[in-house]
């Protein structure tokens, strides 16, 4: 087993451009989750998908969209990119709802000149 | 919504020694309260958990526990060793917003 993986591990974007992360789970997971950590900020949520079908905001979706292509995969998009989104991006998964262990990817680190 | 304050941000020991670390949290509805450890440049890791129904759990050289009372719960770690140089994140869960929130880290460091 994999667990989480995410793509790429490391990008390089000007302003405006647009990007989407990747990230899949092999552990038949329901949930999965995209974070973001910034240095003191600890991991702030973006959005998540409870299950198959569904995604909802978290603390700080603006400037992001995600999709939840099947139960495996969980993308997100940023459609304009902006310096302020610089940061390292986490993609998590866990069982069923969020009191379960989460299972973290290793991470896509971005950075938005 | 649930907010999560977590402290020292830094703590420094030396080995052998005890290191504590304390985190409260706002809303007395939550009932899953999860530590992870963070190596530099690597994922979080989940080191151990607790749920409302238990005030203690331990786990060899790691420890959490939880008064509802007061909204805290705090990570003991015992004879701390330089690989135990991370930082740490604690987290607590709503049950009906389906999702953690994060405590802003402590950055321990064990010098040899």
């Known amino acids: 087993n994999a667990g989480v993986t995410q793509t790429p591990k490391f990008q390089v974007l000007k302003t405006g451009q647009s990007m989407t992360l990747q990230c899949a789970q092999d552990m038949n997971h329901n949930s999965m989750y995209w974070y973001r950590q910034d240095p003191g900020m600890g991991l702030r949520l973006i959005y998540y998908s409870a299950s198959e079908g569904t995604t909802d905001k978290g603390e700080v979706p603006n400037g992001y969209n995600v999709s939840r292509l099947n139960k495996r995969e969980f993308s997100l998009r940023l459609e304009s990119a902006a310096p302020s989104q610089t940061s390292v991006y986490f993609c998590a998964s866990s069982i069923g709802q969020a009191q379960e262990t989460q299972y973290f990817g290793p991470g896509t680190r971005l950075l938005v000149l | 919504g649930e907010n999560v304050e977590q402290h020292p941000s830094t703590l420094s020991v030396q080995e052998g020694d005890s290191a504590v670390i304390k985190c409260t949290y706002s809303?007395?509805?939550?009932?899953?309260f999860p530590w992870y450890k963070q190596e530099l440049g690597k994922r979080p890791q989940l080191i151990i958990d607790i749920r409302s129904n238990v005030g203690e759990k331990k786990d060899q050289r790691i420890a959490v526990t939880l008064n509802k009372t007061a909204k805290h719960f705090s990570l003991h770690i015992t004879e701390t060793q330089p690989e135990d140089s991370a930082v740490y994140f604690c987290a607590a869960f709503r049950p009906g917003f389906q999702k953690l929130v994060f405590g802003t880290g402590t950055r321990l460091l064990v010098s040899p």
């Open positions: 809303d007395s509805a939550s009932n899953y």
